[in-house]
């Protein structure tokens, strides 16, 4: 293997990689954060009509980026990649999902694929517990099964949200509503399983749905049906820590639970997150995490220092 480094030239790296594949001899892959897909889309969507197999590795692939800010936190570009004609999308959960996800990727010989990668920590999700990683191959597969039979519920996340729907279902399963989880990372590689398949992980007559990403909503409508809810990003990230704005953005397992409670009529529809609802932090302050904490116990930065420091 050998890594080129491209600087901020998207474009440029597109068409180099597309150049590459076609050339043949190698698979070319090349990687930049998910907001910047917007600067690559022309060589990305000639891959898709030539049919031309490289890879593209997106990371901080959401608003859990973080403080950079909205500038480069990612709402809309999944919803983009999704629109594009034989692009297969995949965002996997854990670090065993990822391992199928570069074998679909690299296996793979019609088209290009898109790996989108989280920045944040993830759990890595025990197998003895749940269902083994292989089901990514097949784009999405039940990654925990209903207690006590067919779910009244079925929760569907994708990449860093998955764990918040495996962390509800044992809390909807204690409010009597029994809960199936769906890992549901590439949605057109679920397409292309044969309607048994599909029915089996999604079956039609269970219409109490939630989805949970995020991202932009679009799409997520024909796979929640009429009876489901999604938990989306309807509105640009803001500049904080990932946890904060997760917790005001939603993504929490409470959050989740909400709106299983509500999609199952034992309460209140959820309304989601608006702008004005959401209070972070002043994205202008500029002073080290030291001089906030500071502020915190009371103290100003004179009255820290020692006797030898006020000195000098």
Not at 16 to 34: C, E, N, R, Y
Not at 271 to 298: N, T, W
Request: hydrophobic share 40%.
């Amino acid at each position: 293997a050998r890594n080129i480094h491209y600087g901020i030239r998207e474009h440029g790296m597109g068409a180099i990689l597309q150049g590459m594949a076609l050339h043949k001899g190698v698979i070319p892959f090349g990687s930049t954060f998910l907001l910047f897909y917007d600067y690559m889309r022309p060589p990305l969507r000639l891959a898709a009509l030539m049919k031309n197999p490289w890879i593209m590795v997106y990371t901080h692939d959401s608003i859990g980026l973080g403080e950079d800010g909205p500038t480069h936190q990612p709402v809309e570009q999944l919803s983009g990649l999704r629109a594009v004609p034989n692009m297969w999308t995949i965002r996997p959960a854990d670090a065993n999902e990822s391992v199928y996800a570069w074998k679909a990727a690299l296996t793979r010989r019609d088209g290009p694929t898109c790996l989108i990668m989280t920045r944040q920590k993830l759990p890595i999700f025990d197998r003895k517990e749940v269902a083994p990683a292989e089901g990514v191959l097949r784009g999405a597969y039940i990654l925990a099964e209903a207690d006590g039979g067919k779910p009244d519920l079925i929760l569907i996340a994708t990449g860093s949200e998955v764990h918040l729907a495996l962390e509800a279902r044992p809390k909807l399963q204690e409010q009597g509503i029994k809960t199936r989880v769906v890992s549901f990372p590439c949605w057109e590689l679920f397409e292309e399983q044969d309607q048994s398949y599909r029915d089996e992980v999604l079956p039609p007559d269970v219409k109490k749905r939630i989805s949970i990403e995020a991202s932009a909503p679009m799409g997520w409508h024909q796979w929640v049906g009429d009876e489901g809810s999604i938990i989306g990003v309807e509105t640009y990230g803001a500049s904080a820590p990932a946890e904060i704005i997760f917790e005001k953005y939603g993504f929490t397992v409470d959050n989740v639970v909400q709106h299983g409670l509500a999609v199952m009529g034992k309460r209140e529809p959820v309304p989601p997150a608006l702008p004005e609802q959401v209070h972070l932090p002043d994205r202008h302050d500029r002073r080290a995490p030291h001089e906030r904490e500071l502020e915190k116990a009371g103290k100003t930065q004179t009255e820290s220092e020692t006797p030898a420091e006020k000195q000098s």
